[in-house]
């Protein structure tokens, strides 16, 4: 089993750019997470999906996009970027919801706005 | 407000000294805590969860929900144990999340 895994592990981006970073898990979890991580600070919740075709915003949804088409990809849409959006993003999957499951997460994606 | 607060970015402590890392929370609900871990070059995993009352690694850590808190402690510290250290709460506010707090680095020295 891979796990979770995130692509790419580092990107640099220009202000007003857009990409897109993925997501993948093999547990055939129904849950998944984005969260993203600013110096300092614990990590926050941006969106989540409780199974293929149901995504919903978490605490800080804006600037950020996502689908799930299917239960094993959540991919995270960011259409112009800023430089608030400079963070580490992690990518997470449960089999449940968060309160009764282990949440397994992804090695992070590092990414830079400039 | 829903919160986590660990007061400390790093400790520092020698090897074979106790360790004890600080969460507290802020939560109206029953909360259900747990303690997730990063070791270098490694994704970050779950140590231990209030409601299981286990030892992992030679960790625990109890919730006192009088002083509204979940310290991570061990007797011995190891240099394996060098990572960086995240106290999580549950809540529930239309949806199941976890809160995390900023984490604290361990820095174990021989």
């Known amino acids: 089993n891979a796990g979770v895994t995130q692509t790419p592990k580092f990107r640099i981006l220009k202000i007003g750019q857009s990409m897109t970073l993925q997501c993948a898990q093999d547990m055939n979890h129904n849950y998944m997470y984005w969260y993203r991580q600013d110096p300092g600070m614990g990590l926050k919740l941006i969106y989540y999906?409780?199974?293929?075709?149901?995504?919903d915003k978490g605490e800080v949804p804006n600037g950020y996009n996502v689908s799930r088409s299917t239960t094993e990809d959540f991919p995270l849409r960011l259409e112009l970027a800023a430089p608030s959006q400079t963070s580490v993003y992690f990518c997470?999957?449960?089999?449940?919801?968060?309160?009764?499951?282990?949440?397994?997460f992804g090695e992070g994606s590092w990414l830079t706005v400039v | 407000a829903q919160r986590v607060t660990q007061p400390e970015k790093l400790l520092s402590v020698f090897k074979g000294a106790p360790v004890e890392l600080k969460c507290n929370y802020s939560y109206s609900g029953s909360p259900e805590l747990f303690w997730y871990v990063q070791y270098s070059r490694q994704r970050l995993q779950l140590l231990l969860r209030h409601i299981s009352r286990e030892s992992i690694k030679g960790f625990t850590a109890d919730l006192n929900k009088g002083e509204t808190s979940f310290h991570l402690k061990k007797p011995f510290a190891q240099e394996e144990d060098s990572a960086m250290y995240y106290c999580?709460?549950?809540?529930?506010?239309?949806?199941?999340?976890?809160?995390f707090g900023a984490g604290t680095r361990l820095a174990v020295h021989p």
């Open positions: 999580a709460l549950s809540v529930r506010s239309g949806y199941n999340k976890l809160i």
């Open positions: 999906s409780v199974g293929a075709g149901i995504t």
């Open positions: 997470a999957s449960s089999y449940g919801e968060a309160s009764g499951n282990t949440i397994y």
